[in-house]
């Protein structure tokens, strides 16, 4: 049997910080998960794994580290895990979304700065997150302002990377762009020693893209009515998605499509025919940010789709996988990356045009866009998205928030104005 305290310790965590951690969390997922009536049975494999969250996986880093192998820790969706493993390194999704992260953040970075910074941060300098000291690399990308110069913080205390993201989608900065994940995947084999060849690459460009495939079947069940998972199930899913092992999160995510398709079949959904059906899109959800998803959820509405970083930017749009050539896979990869459509770039347009096909896919009734606190991109660009979205008719919401509990009910209170508006 494991001794995970040993294993935490021979980390260099900080055990009674990370006590105080782990005491606060299964509390929180009782009340926002355990407590939902007829959840899929399939559920209970993620149940488990937030249950273990800093053991089980963990237990597998330091073993495949013991063995000689490599952990990357990446912080955005730009980064292509593709390469991290052709190279024989894991590759683990490591953006904080706990408040517990945020005063330790706060140590060396303004506290008007977004949370998902300070506390993804702040997990590294507390000692309490340990896939942060599992990690021999951590993977940053200069997606805004903010994180840019963070990375340069981060990198006094421990080792970092930086991907270079082209702030426009011309031509010549997709080839930019191209010549990016050149230089990464060069990092990637200094850091492992490992060379990656072509056949290796085409490996994992096609477990990548199982992957999203089995996330898009998950996400296309949500059109049916009565919706037959809740909107937090699948938020939770995705965001095991970026650190679980690809192949065992395929497994358990296909027995989980197969549950709900046979749910749709017998008429079965978690929420009533004909509740509201809602659009979340915005910044991206981080473990255990699970607030605005509980609000409308508990309020008499149903979230069908998310449009971030922890929804369909993630897994939308596959890699070309007819390359041969190591040359050929580098372009399918940075083709593929650029489709994300991130508020980084200016102009966006592609992201409206996101928004609309996923509003008349998923029948929406109204738009909920998330902002956490200080992130200028997303902010600014809600002018934009909210005229687009008025002027079709369809209803939004802004709800700009951070990971504390204080202004619950007071979102709590705009979100039922919002639903009751819609019904």
Known sequence: MTDYRKLWSDLGMDLEKHDRLTTALPLIYEEVYLQQPGRPQAMEYFDLVVAEIHSLRIAELVEHRRQGGKVCGAFCVFVPVEIIRAAGAVAVGLCGGSQFWVPDGER???????????ASVGARLSGTCPYFQSCDLLIGET??????KAWEVLSE??????????QMKRPEHLAAWRREVELFLAKIEQLTGCRVTPEKLADEIQLQ???????????RARKADPVPISGKDVLLVTQVSFYDDPRRFIDKTEALAAEVEERIASGEGVFPSG??????TGTPMAIPNWKLHHIIETSGAAVVCE???TGTRFFEHQVDETGLTLEEQLQALADRYLKIN???FTPNPGRIEDIFRLVEAYRVDGVI???????HGYAVEYYAVEKALKERGIPVMKVETDYSEEDTGQLRTRVEAFLEMLR
């Not at 893209?209 to 996400?219: A, D, F, K, M, T």
């Not at 509740?275 to 979340?280: A, D, E, N, Q, Y």
């Not at 866009?369 to 992130?375: I, R």
Request: some cysteine.
């Open 108 to 118: 060396v970075l303004p506290r008007n700065l977004c949370p998902l910074i300070k």
């Open 143 to 148: 997606t805004c302002d903010g994180k840019k």
């Open 157 to 166: 205390y421990a080792p970092v990377y930086v991907m270079d993201l082209p």
């Open 209 to 219: 893209n199982r992957l999203r495939q089995v996330l898009g079947r998950l996400y």
């Open 275 to 280: 509740v509201p059906r809602i659009l979340v």
């Open 307 to 309: 449009e971030t970083c």
């Open 342 to 344: 991130c508020s980084c």
């Open 369 to 375: 866009y998330y902002n956490l606190q200080f992130c």
